[in-house]
């Protein structure tokens, strides 16, 4: 059974395999995490991060610019995009923990993203817990 963070780096896959242009990423999400050993309930948990992620992407942007500072979104790495999206709607949008949230997007920015980016992604969720908060 898959882990929770590895849930969490399927979805991130997956959101960066969209927003790179692959549509049908999307389509073969559930194929997609069955190879990935992501199934049943944690299958159901995926789909529901995915979902929800790129349904209330716009708003999840718009949470996320002011809190940028001297960062542009749109010239950020598509990683570090997915990861702070994916992070975003969790803190907004689910129940689970934000300091987990916070935590589980430091470490997916460990493995996937620039040098700088688990700073700039713990800074940029820990502000917007605060605003929701």
């Not at 991130?12 to 997609?32: C, I, Q, R, T, W």
């Not at 999840?60 to 975003?88: F, H, Q, T, V, Y």
Request: net charge neutral; hydrophobic share 45%.
């Amino acid at each position: 059974m898959a882990t929770r963070s590895q849930v969490r780096e399927a979805v991130v896959g997956l959101l960066y395999a969209y927003e790179s242009g692959n549509e049908a990423a999307l389509h073969k999400a559930p194929d997609f995490l069955a190879q990935k050993k992501i199934k049943n309930a944690q299958q159901r948990f995926a789909l529901e991060l995915l979902e929800g992620t790129l349904k209330h992407l716009n708003a999840l942007d718009n949470a996320l610019i002011p809190l940028l500072k001297d960062w542009d979104l749109a010239r950020m790495g598509s990683m570090e995009r997915a990861i702070l999206r994916l992070g975003a709607y969790e803190i907004l949008h689910t129940p689970t923990n934000p300091a987990v949230v916070i935590n589980e997007a430091i470490e997916l920015s460990k493995t996937y993203g620039e040098d700088n980016a688990p700073k700039l992604i713990n800074a940029i969720l820990d502000a917007l817990c605060k605003q929701k908060f």
